[in-house]
């Protein structure tokens, strides 16, 4: 068995573990696991996005780069073993995400590279793969480019992958789990479906990925021991954000109005494509009622201006 069969028979194994975790012990009781966004998550975000960027980071952005280094690798790094180079980028790129997560609250240009990953109401195992595509680019260049131009061992990159996926999958599942006294070291989704409520007091708060231990020495972890409401409010954003892929990366070039475009023959038809399709299958399927057929309805009350004032207001508030 190759390195890559082994981490992908324990992430199929992982998805099941968690799957079946969130039924057993749901964090917030009633979200269904066809949750809202849910296709749109695995289709879009998982399956064809996280396909076409391995491709750009790997073959159009760190190859070329490695090519114009053309370094054979660090001597004394390529010493290490397998499990110590593992534990060095873990710890060291968790550090900057850390870093960076930060970052992206702070800064309205980067603020837009993130909203989407926050746009969820529903948060489960797979929402943390909801991440804008130059996020995506940004962090994963910045995650294995060293790997390779440092000579790591070619098996560290599918291992690091793993981890991240588990570790991913975890911190975003909807499930009720204490770490007690680990809690201060590794991250969980006590901490981090906080990072997702929408309240103020978070907006600055719990940036971690893995290691907990980054929000508490530098000061940002909230942690109050109770959780979000239960309500649509309480979770996500605070303005309205568009429920498809295509659209939710057009918003964070240029604000618009949904009901405005609309207006348009051409939108119309391809905004209303997908809940169509769906409707038709459900139809054909025999199933009532769809949460995804609902959220693209949703009507959108906020107009682009109040919209923009309103992050402005919010990122201006918690600096
Ligand atoms: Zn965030
Ligand atoms: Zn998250």
Redesign the pocket.
């Known amino acids: 068995m190759t390195v890559v069969q082994i981490t992908t028979t324990i992430l199929i194994c992982w998805v099941i573990f968690i799957i079946v975790w969130e039924r057993i012990s749901p964090y917030r009781k009633g979200l269904p696991f066809f949750r809202e966004g849910f296709w749109i998550d695995l289709v879009w975000y998982t399956i064809i996005q996280s396909y076409i960027l391995k491709i750009v980071i790997f073959d159009y952005i760190i190859s070329p780069l490695q090519h114009h280094i053309a370094w054979q690798g660090v001597a004394f790094f390529k010493s290490w073993s397998i499990t110590e180079q593992v534990l060095f980028f873990l710890v060291s790129h968790d550090l900057y995400i850390y870093l960076f997560?930060r970052l992206?609250?702070r800064s309205k240009l980067l603020w837009r590279t993130?909203e989407a990953?926050?746009s969820g109401k529903q948060v489960d195992f797979l929402a943390g793969s909801r991440s804008h595509a130059v996020e995506i680019i940004i962090n994963q260049t910045i995650e294995f480019a060293p790997i390779v131009i440092l000579g790591a061992h070619p098996e560290v990159i599918p291992i690091k992958a793993m981890l991240d996926a588990i570790f991913g999958m975890f911190i975003h599942a909807n499930i009720n789990v204490k770490l007690g006294k680990l809690k201060y070291f590794f991250n969980s989704p006590e901490l981090h479906l906080w990072?997702h409520a929408n309240y103020y007091e978070v907006f600055h708060a719990n940036f971690s990925t893995k290691f907990s231990i980054w929000d508490y020495l530098f000061g940002t972890i909230y942690d109050p021991g109770n959780k979000p409401g239960n309500e649509p409010e309480n979770w996500g954003l605070y303005y309205d954000f568009p429920k498809d892929y295509f659209l939710q990366h057009a918003f964070s070039v240029k604000r618009f109005d949904e009901k405005q475009l609309l207006k348009h023959k051409g939108f119309k038809y391809y905004y209303e494509l997908r809940p169509n399709v769906l409707k038709s299958l459900k139809k054909l399927f025999g199933i009532r009622n769809n949460a995804a057929i609902i959220e693209i309805h949703q009507h959108v009350n906020l107009s682009p201006e109040r919209i923009e004032k309103n992050a402005d207001e919010k990122l201006i508030c918690n600096q």
Request: hydrophobic residues 0%; glycine residues 0%.
């Open positions: 997560h992206q609250h993130h990953h926050h990072h």
